[in-house]
């Protein structure tokens, strides 16, 4: 009896702790490299794991949001992938440098041209985007996953604040508060400041310089003259 508890105890507790330790299912997230400041620039990379045991992930496709296009938007190149960049007509233009932009990329697609992600894996697919929309805190990123087996997976779940995580939640991305820096003008003004200090230290030494020069000349030509008087002057004696 005490071994059949104890055995029973022991199975309970091993399930247990198999529960506990199951790894939770990833999905496909995006993260800046530093910081993707509202109004700025920043590359982005989208992490695609693998998460079947029987298959590999051959294509990629990221949906950019509609309702907040991006002007700007450069793949990185990644080995073993060949990339698609969709645009399309936008209902209201971008302006972007002083000039209007009336087309925005909508979509990237990777496709793999090799094996692609096989099981246990994740690839990294970065992502170039600016200037980044200054009327919203984040960005939602449709993205589809397709299988060599030919299943697809849809993260296209948008988060809601207070409830639970969806089954395919989207890539969300995090915008932090503008600043200065990103726009241009702090650090303009900082370099203006800085020149305007540094000409006027040249031009105020430039002058002590001069004084000082034009200071030592006179003292020669004084002393010479001293002196031409003083020969001139034995020289009338002498006679």
Request: hydrophobic share 40%.
């Given at each position: 009896m005490?071994?059949?508890?104890?055995?029973?105890?022991?199975?309970?507790?091993?399930?247990?702790?198999?529960?506990?330790s199951?790894?939770?299912?990833?999905?496909?997230?995006?993260?800046?490299?530093?910081?993707?400041?509202?109004?700025?620039?920043?590359?982005?990379?989208?992490?695609?794991?693998?998460?079947r045991?029987?298959?590999s992930?051959?294509?990629?496709?990221?949906?950019?949001p509609?309702?907040?296009?991006?002007?700007?938007v450069?793949?990185?190149s990644?080995?073993g992938?060949k990339?698609?960049v969709?645009?399309?007509?936008?209902?209201?233009?971008?302006?972007?440098?002083?000039?209007?932009i009336?087309?925005a990329?909508?979509?990237?697609?990777w496709?793999?041209?090799?094996?692609?992600?096989?099981?246990?894996?994740f690839?990294?697919?970065p992502?170039s985007l600016?200037?980044?929309?200054e009327?919203?805190?984040?960005?939602?990123?449709?993205?589809?996953q397709?299988?060599?087996?030919?299943?697809?997976?849809?993260w296209?779940?948008?988060?809601?604040?207070?409830?639970?995580?969806?089954?395919?939640?989207?890539?969300?991305?995090?915008?932090?508060?503008?600043?200065?820096?990103?726009?241009?003008s702090?650090?303009?003004?900082?370099?203006a400041?800085?020149?305007e200090?540094?000409?006027?230290?040249?031009?105020?030494?430039g002058s002590?310089?001069?004084?000082?020069?034009?200071?030592?000349?006179?003292?020669?030509?004084?002393?010479?003259g001293?002196?031409?008087?003083?020969?001139?002057?034995?020289?009338?004696?002498t006679?």
């Open positions: 005490k071994a059949s508890r104890i055995a029973a105890a022991a199975a309970v507790a091993g399930t247990a702790v198999l529960t506990l199951a790894p939770a299912f990833a999905h496909v997230s995006v993260q800046p490299e530093g910081t993707a400041a509202k109004g700025g620039y920043a590359v982005v990379d989208f992490k695609v794991p693998n998460e045991d029987n298959a992930t051959t294509k990629v496709e990221v949906n950019l509609a309702d907040h296009p991006v002007a700007s450069m793949p990185q990644v080995p992938w990339v698609e969709t645009k399309a007509k936008l209902d209201k233009p971008l302006t972007m440098h002083g000039e209007k009336d087309e990329v909508t979509k990237v697609t496709t793999a041209d090799g094996k692609g992600i096989e099981p246990g894996y690839q990294k697919f992502l600016g200037a980044l929309p009327n919203t805190d984040e960005l939602v990123f449709k993205a589809i397709t299988y060599s087996n030919k299943e697809v997976v849809r296209i779940e948008v988060p809601q604040e207070g409830q639970d995580e969806p089954e395919n939640p989207a890539p969300v991305l995090e915008l932090s508060a503008a600043t200065d820096d990103h726009h241009g702090g650090a303009a003004e900082k370099t400041e800085k020149t200090k540094t000409a006027a230290a040249d031009s105020g030494s002590d310089t001069t004084a000082r020069v034009l200071g030592v000349v006179g003292i020669v030509i004084g002393v010479a001293v002196a031409y008087g003083v020969l001139a002057g034995r020289r009338r004696t006679a």
